[in-house]
């Protein structure tokens, strides 16, 4: 494989050869403060046996230059052996003691070592980011998951600042304006979990301890940190007591004492996703630390990231799986048990139902592309990882074991877990390994379980069929599954009835077992026939629920008059899907919005109702439409502002909604009136995220100026100020502003990744479809040389975001279908990429057509 690129078939011919006893780096990041110096000083000492002596290899390395490579006492000439991205090595031993000393890049994309520099303070940042492959930005290494090793680190920083790694420093020695800090060594862990993180960081401490089952008592060392100038913010009292509850959890149910020493948290600047396991060095995107007021859903989605991170210490740290095909046996379970941990173990209850109407719509979207995969995929090599951090690897698969847990029973799966973890403790597995304890603890044949849901793709559909009498009593109710090969599910079928006051009320539930293409519920004959059939009520099994006549007719009456807020979100969940699926007009989605919205109690629903209103407006809706339905959703949100109790979380929602969606001089003047005081609202405070959000509205309407948005920025030079204003900036309804937006990310590499982002967020905005039509064909014809020359995170941004997504009409469509007919040769992650754009803009055809 050419370039950085690196192959399943490599990385297993190398596994076969090699096996890695341990690292020793060292790290001389004294250069970070000087904005002139681009590279830091990175030696590492690897001792490594061989299968094949006298047999050649290659270790990983991106580095700008390599010093020198000493082999077994012999030196090699760096010109010689290293291209850029390997460093080739002849004449192997069977022990083997290999030196590598070379200069490696500070990064701007997030991958690597990331530098940041805090505009507060003109403090200068570092930490590192690795998964799935960019640990050999920063040592050389053999960069693959099944060569595990242990390691010490050794990193010299300047003076004032701390330095944090996955094991507990050892020794600290001053040497004039640096100090040197030695780590102990870590448990066998895989290269992209190794961490660093460097800087002035602000940390608060505190401790956990547990007595184990044999008397003896765990003590957990933990801290919680972020940047200076953010801790006025920093609620690590929050933070912490998550992080103890899921501890508790975790040792309660895994039956594995925490195997890592201590629990670093460190809240990071510009991180690209949202969370990384690193054991003992968990990193977090700061935007986790609020520095404005966020609704409770904000604060349940941040304990959500903490117990995945955490649940990762086993499913994925401890267990590491061989190769990316089985990416899922650390972030399926992960993202199940994030779930599942919260409701057992701490405030946040509505867990499940977040789960239910987010992380599910997240999958359902990915398992409809014609790109669609497996949960165990087909990793064919690191591009293919890449992309493979999915809603299927994620939200898919933990929908899969939660049906898991309801098919073989919660006390044999966590048994099964418990069984795993003892056996294959700091070692790598496959999907085998972990069925063959299910199997035993659960009795039951996993394989065909297996088969159906973990090793096919595509999402299946469950209607209920209803047969009455004359006297309105069921004869017959089946479960007709269609959407590909039926598979088999554990379902809750819900039976719901009006009451007196005219709640929608469940009188009756029934499970069993949805097999094949029609499943007859033979318990429901006789009932009487209910208002509304809820398949899968309780959200047992992954799969989108549709509606007979009846019980659809009911949902456009009253969907909000269900009571159960997990129900009530099965439901929402459902006719989004409708709509995505131009079953039902965007028009209607909308229309049941407005009318059903202002009585969720939930707030994590509220808000997704939210983001799918706009995108129904924006994608779905017929383009004639579309005015009459902004002025529709606009309306409707000054109105829901206006009712909502002062100060809660759905005013701010609305408030936040108001500014998606305001237009026409009265509204954009309220916007106005709430940044300058001239107009007021009950409870709402306008801090400064919620200032950037006017101001974002306003300038995308064409009602702002760069002067303005440059004192705003003064009044807000920080980090965030500086995103916003970018991103404001390039929202800026002119050709001259989209023209910039353009060209600073396209035609230079200067930007970091956070302002990356932010132009690209600025540039497509939905209304502003003429100013920007003329972009679809230097999008496609940038798209090889981009993929090329960028790293993949900044290039997979690239390609997402600057797609004509908004323009969407048949000559897009055509457009992009004869980019790939031409282009059939081109890399088969972007490709991956572009369909999955195409499929979007596909469906959104669709979509409007249903809807006129």
């Given at each position: 494989?050419?370039?950085?690129?690196?192959s399943r078939?490599?990385?297993r011919?190398?596994?076969?050869?090699i096996?890695v006893?341990?690292?020793?780096?060292?790290?001389?990041?004294?250069?970070?403060?000087d904005p002139e110096?681009?590279?830091?000083?990175?030696?590492?000492?690897?001792?490594f046996?061989?299968?094949?002596p006298?047999g050649?290899?290659?270790?990983?390395?991106l580095?700008?230059?390599?010093?020198?490579?000493?082999?077994n006492?012999?030196?090699?000439d760096?010109a010689?052996?290293?291209d850029?991205?390997r460093v080739?090595?002849?004449?192997?031993?069977?022990?083997n003691?290999?030196?590598?000393?070379a200069?490696?890049a500070?990064?701007?994309t997030?991958e690597g070592?990331?530098?940041?520099?805090?505009p507060?303070?003109?403090e200068?940042?570092?930490?590192?980011?690795?998964?799935?492959?960019?640990?050999?930005?920063v040592?050389?290494?053999?960069?693959?998951?099944d060569?595990?090793?242990?390691?010490?680190?050794?990193?010299t920083?300047?003076?004032a600042?701390?330095?944090?790694n996955?094991?507990?420093?050892?020794?600290?020695?001053a040497d004039?304006?640096?100090?040197?800090?030695?780590?102990?060594?870590?448990?066998?862990?895989?290269?992209?979990?190794?961490?660093?993180?460097?800087?002035?960081?602000?940390?608060?401490r505190d401790?956990?301890?547990?007595?184990?089952?044999?008397g003896t008592v765990?003590?957990?060392?933990?801290?919680?940190?972020c940047r200076?100038?953010l801790?006025?913010y920093?609620?690590a009292?929050?933070?912490?007591?998550?992080?103890?509850q899921?501890?508790?959890?975790?040792?309660?149910e895994?039956?594995?004492p925490?195997p890592f020493?201590?629990?670093?948290q460190c809240?990071v600047?510009e991180?690209?996703i949202?969370a990384?396991?690193?054991p003992?060095?968990?990193t977090?995107?700061?935007?986790f630390?609020?520095?404005s007021?966020?609704?409770d859903?904000?604060?349940?989605?941040?304990?959500?990231v903490?117990?995945?991170?955490?649940a990762?210490?086993w499913f994925g740290?401890l267990?590491t799986m061989?190769w990316w095909d089985d990416l899922?046996l650390?972030?399926?379970f992960a993202?199940f048990?994030?779930s599942?941990s919260?409701?057992?173990?701490?405030?946040?209850?509505s867990a499940w139902i977040?789960f239910?109407?987010?992380?599910?719509a997240?999958?359902?979207?990915?398992d409809q592309?014609p790109?669609t995969?497996?949960?165990?995929?087909?990793?064919?090599?690191?591009?293919?990882a890449?992309?493979n951090f999915?809603?299927?690897?994620?939200?898919?698969?933990a929908?899969?074991?939660?049906?898991?847990?309801?098919?073989?029973?919660r006390?044999?799966?966590?048994?099964?877990?418990?069984r795993y973890?003892?056996?294959h403790?700091f070692?790598n597995t496959?999907?085998?390994?972990?069925l063959?304890?299910?199997?035993?603890?659960?009795?039951?044949?996993?394989?065909t379980?297996a088969?159906?849901w973990?090793?096919?793709?595509g999402v299946n559909?469950?209607?209920?069929?209803?047969?009455?009498?004359g006297?309105?009593?069921?004869?017959e109710l089946?479960?007709?599954?269609?959407g590909?090969e039926?598979r088999?599910?554990?379902?809750?079928i819900?039976?719901?009835?009006?009451?007196a006051?005219g709640?929608?009320?469940?009188?009756?539930?029934?499970?069993?077992d949805v097999?094949?293409?029609?499943?007859?519920?033979?318990?429901?004959?006789?009932?009487?026939?209910?208002?509304?059939?809820?398949?899968?009520?309780?959200?047992?099994?992954?799969c989108?629920?549709?509606?007979?006549?009846?019980s659809?007719?009911t949902l456009?009456e009253?969907l909000?008059?269900i009571?159960d807020?997990l129900a009530r979100?099965l439901?929402w969940s459902?006719v989004?899907?409708l709509?995505?699926?131009?079953?039902m007009p965007?028009?209607?989605?909308?229309?049941l919005v407005l009318?059903?919205?202002?009585q969720?109690?939930d707030?994590?629903?509220?808000?997704?109702?939210h983001r799918q209103a706009k995108g129904a407006?924006?994608?779905?809706?017929a383009p004639e439409?579309?005015?009459?339905?902004?002025?529709?959703l606009?309306?409707?949100?000054?109105?829901?502002?206006r009712a909502?109790?002062?100060?809660?979380?759905h005013?701010?929602?609305?408030a936040?909604f108001?500014?998606?969606?305001?237009?026409?001089?009265?509204?954009?003047?309220l916007l106005?009136g709430?940044?300058?005081?001239?107009?007021?609202i009950?409870g709402?405070?306008?801090?400064?995220?919620?200032?950037?959000?006017?101001?974002?509205?306003l300038a995308?309407?064409?009602?702002?100026?760069?002067?303005?948005?440059?004192?705003?920025?003064?009044?807000?030079n920080?980090?965030?100020?500086?995103?916003q204003?970018t991103?404001?900036?390039?929202a800026?309804?002119?050709p001259g502003?989209?023209?910039?937006?353009?060209?600073?990310v396209?035609?230079?590499?200067?930007?970091?990744n956070?302002?990356?982002?932010?132009?690209?967020?600025g540039f497509?905005q939905?209304?502003?479809?003429e100013?920007t039509?003329?972009?679809?064909a230097?999008?496609?014809?940038?798209l090889?040389?981009?993929?090329?020359?960028?790293?993949?995170?900044?290039?997979?941004?690239?390609?997402?975001?600057?797609?004509?997504?908004f323009q969407?009409?048949?000559e897009?469509?055509?457009a992009?279908?004869?980019w790939?007919?031409?282009?059939?040769g081109?890399a088969?992650?972007?490709?991956r990429?572009v369909l999955?754009?195409?499929?979007d803009l596909a469906?959104?055809?669709?979509?409007?057509?249903?809807?006129?």
């Amino acid at each position: 494989m050419p370039g950085k690129n690196l192959s399943r078939e490599e990385a297993r011919e190398r596994a076969g050869i090699i096996g890695v006893e341990r690292y020793r780096v060292h790290l001389d990041v004294t250069s970070a403060p000087d904005p002139e110096k681009s590279t830091f000083l990175s030696t590492t000492e690897i001792a490594f046996r061989s299968s094949a002596p006298g047999g050649a290899t290659f270790l990983d390395l991106l580095a700008p230059s390599v010093r020198s490579v000493t082999l077994n006492g012999r030196e090699l000439d760096p010109a010689q052996v290293f291209d850029g991205t390997r460093v080739r090595l002849d004449g192997l031993a069977e022990r083997n003691e290999l030196t590598v000393v070379a200069d490696c890049a500070y990064s701007r994309t997030g991958e690597g070592l990331h530098r940041f520099v805090d505009p507060v303070d003109g403090e200068t940042y570092l930490y590192t980011h690795y998964e799935p492959a960019d640990a050999r930005r920063v040592f050389a290494n053999f960069e693959q998951p099944d060569l595990k090793a242990r390691y010490v680190f050794t990193v010299t920083a300047p003076a004032a600042w701390d330095v944090y790694n996955n094991a507990v420093h050892t020794a600290v020695e001053a040497d004039g304006s640096a100090r040197t800090w030695t780590f102990a060594e870590t448990q066998p862990i895989s290269t992209y979990l190794t961490a660093v993180v460097a800087g002035p960081y602000h940390v608060v401490r505190d401790h956990y301890s547990r007595e184990l089952p044999d008397g003896t008592v765990l003590e957990i060392p933990l801290a919680a940190t972020c940047r200076r100038s953010l801790a006025p913010y920093f609620d690590a009292d929050e933070i912490l007591t998550v992080t103890k509850q899921g501890l508790d959890f975790f040792h309660d149910e895994f039956d594995y004492p925490y195997p890592f020493g201590k629990y670093d948290q460190c809240f990071v600047p510009e991180y690209n996703i949202g969370a990384m396991e690193n054991p003992g060095c968990v990193t977090f995107r700061e935007e986790f630390v609020f520095r404005s007021k966020v609704t409770d859903a904000a604060y349940e989605g941040r304990a959500n990231v903490i117990l995945h991170e955490m649940a990762h210490m086993w499913f994925g740290d401890l267990v590491t799986m061989k190769w990316w095909d089985d990416l899922w046996l650390k972030e399926s379970f992960a993202d199940f048990m994030g779930s599942f941990s919260q409701i057992e173990a701490t405030r946040y209850r509505s867990a499940w139902i977040t789960f239910a109407n987010q992380r599910k719509a997240w999958a359902y979207r990915q398992d409809q592309f014609p790109t669609t995969h497996p949960i165990t995929a087909d990793i064919r090599d690191l591009e293919d990882a890449k992309l493979n951090f999915d809603g299927i690897t994620y939200a898919k698969g933990a929908s899969v074991l939660k049906q898991l847990v309801a098919y073989v029973g919660r006390d044999a799966f966590f048994e099964g877990a418990r069984r795993y973890f003892k056996k294959h403790a700091f070692g790598n597995t496959v999907l085998g390994d972990l069925l063959d304890v299910l199997e035993e603890t659960s009795g039951r044949d996993l394989k065909t379980w297996a088969a159906a849901w973990l090793q096919t793709s595509g999402v299946n559909s469950l209607t209920p069929q209803l047969l009455t009498d004359g006297e309105g009593r069921i004869t017959e109710l089946a479960i007709l599954q269609d959407g590909g090969e039926p598979r088999p599910h554990r379902v809750a079928i819900g039976l719901y009835d009006r009451t007196a006051d005219g709640a929608l009320v469940r009188s009756d539930r029934i499970e069993l077992d949805v097999t094949g293409a029609r499943t007859v519920v033979a318990e429901a004959a006789g009932r009487p026939r209910p208002a509304l059939v809820l398949v899968n009520d309780d959200d047992l099994t992954y799969c989108k629920i549709r509606f007979d006549e009846v019980s659809l007719a009911t949902l456009r009456e009253g969907l909000g008059d269900i009571t159960d807020p997990l129900a009530r979100a099965l439901a929402w969940s459902a006719v989004w899907n409708l709509t995505r699926d131009a079953l039902m007009p965007a028009r209607d989605y909308i229309g049941l919005v407005l009318r059903f919205a202002g009585q969720e109690s939930d707030i994590g629903v509220l808000q997704s109702l939210h983001r799918q209103a706009k995108g129904a407006l924006d994608v779905y809706a017929a383009p004639e439409w579309r005015a009459e339905g902004g002025r529709l959703l606009a309306r409707g949100a000054v109105t829901e502002l206006r009712a909502a109790a002062p100060g809660s979380d759905h005013q701010l929602a609305w408030a936040r909604f108001l500014a998606q969606t305001a237009q026409g001089a009265e509204q954009l003047q309220l916007l106005r009136g709430l940044l300058e005081g001239t107009a007021r609202i009950d409870g709402l405070d306008i801090d400064q995220e919620l200032r950037w959000s006017l101001w974002l509205a306003l300038a995308a309407a064409g009602d702002a100026s760069g002067e303005e948005l440059a004192a705003e920025l003064e009044r807000d030079n920080t980090a965030s100020g500086r995103r916003q204003q970018t991103q404001c900036l390039a929202a800026l309804p002119t050709p001259g502003a989209k023209a910039a937006a353009w060209s600073s990310v396209v035609d230079s590499d200067e930007l970091p990744n956070a302002l990356v982002e932010a132009q690209i967020a600025g540039f497509a905005q939905p209304d502003q479809r003429e100013l920007t039509a003329g972009y679809a064909a230097p999008y496609f014809a940038m798209l090889e040389d981009i993929w090329a020359q960028r790293s993949i995170e900044i290039a997979m941004r690239i390609v997402g975001g600057f797609f004509p997504r908004f323009q969407t009409t048949p000559e897009t469509l055509a457009a992009t279908d004869a980019w790939l007919t031409a282009h059939e040769g081109a890399a088969p992650a972007l490709r991956r990429l572009v369909l999955e754009c195409r499929d979007d803009l596909a469906r959104a055809l669709a979509a409007q057509a249903a809807d006129r």
